[in-house]
């Protein structure tokens, strides 16, 4: 598996999923900018991991909810790589309470993130993943996306509409041979998981056959097998990595 050549920028790449991506597409030969909002030590621990494992890679700071932001972080990419051929949507965040007790504050901050992110950094990015007719759009979603989820409608709300954007931008980037995918992970053991009380965790343990959460590296593997160039006849397509769980 081959990244050499590859530009790829993953959103949130200073912890948890994004930052397995990261170290892993670098790990693969890619050129890879890592986006932090705030997270800038972590950031760049990413990219020494990256340059140790003899790869590339520069930190961007960017909140993707900000348009202006993400601009200045393509141009900051695009001079240290030039064109970008992979972004990797992974920037999210989560604000869980009972629907009773959301605020439209509360909803719409994860809109903003997780959708307005998506937004932001496809816009930036698209022209680029179109001209590279091997382009790649890969967003992460979630099983929550597909199940819905006590405490979560802003945020189950985010995961389900990038199955609607995902399948838009493949038909939209097909004709010139670039891709759009989703990835929904079920519940893997990052900072996110770490914030649920252990007694709603064990419920959730439950309803997963093969009785683990998942290990960053279970979602790892699948972006960047997206991210190769021999994924080429994939688009469109929801991706669950979530241990069997029903949807
Ligand atoms: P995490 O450990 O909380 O890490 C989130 C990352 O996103 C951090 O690097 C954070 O950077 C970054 N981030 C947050 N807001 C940002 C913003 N406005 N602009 C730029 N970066 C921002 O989360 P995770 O568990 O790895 O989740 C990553 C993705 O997978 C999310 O989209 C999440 O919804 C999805 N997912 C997670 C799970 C799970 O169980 N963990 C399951 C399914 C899907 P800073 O620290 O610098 O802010």
Request: glycine share 10%; aromatic share 8%; net charge negative.
């Given at each position: ?51 140790d494992a003899g790869g590339t890679a520069v930190p961007v700071q960017a909140d993707v909810a900000k348009i ?24 999210g965040i989560t604000v869980d309470k009972k629907f009773e007790n959301m605020t439209r504050e509360d909803w ?140």
């Amino acid at each position: 598996m081959s990244l050499e050549n590859r530009t790829c920028l993953v959103t949130g790449a200073s912890k948890g999923i994004g930052r397995g991506i990261a170290e892993e597409l670098g790990e693969h030969g890619a050129d890879v900018a890592v986006n932090y909002r705030s997270s800038e030590e972590e950031a760049y621990e990413v990219v020494d991991y990256i340059e140790d494992a003899g790869g590339t890679a520069v930190p961007v700071q960017a909140d993707v909810a900000k348009i202006d932001e993400v601009e200045g972080m393509y141009e900051e990419v695009h001079d240290a790589f030039g064109n970008i051929d992979v972004l990797v949507n992974n920037a999210g965040i989560t604000v869980d309470k009972k629907f009773e007790n959301m605020t439209r504050e509360d909803w719409d901050r994860v809109m903003q993130v997780n959708l307005g992110g998506v937004f932001n950094c496809t816009k930036v990015c698209f022209e680029d993943i179109r001209q590279a007719h091997e382009g790649r759009l890969i967003n992460i979603s979630s099983v929550v996306g597909q199940q819905g989820n006590y405490g979560q409608a802003n945020y189950a709300t985010t995961k389900s509409g990038l199955f609607g954007f995902t399948r838009t931008i493949a038909l939209e980037l097909a004709h010139e041979g670039s891709t759009a995918n989703c990835v929904a992970p079920g519940f893997v053991k990052t900072d996110m998981l770490a914030d649920v009380p252990d007694r709603v965790k064990e419920g959730i343990l439950e309803r997963i056959p093969l009785d683990r959460f998942a290990e960053v590296e279970d979602i790892v593997s699948m972006v960047t097998f997206i991210a190769q160039k021999q994924s080429s006849y994939m688009t469109g397509q929801i991706l669950g990595i979530n241990g069997g769980m029903e949807w």
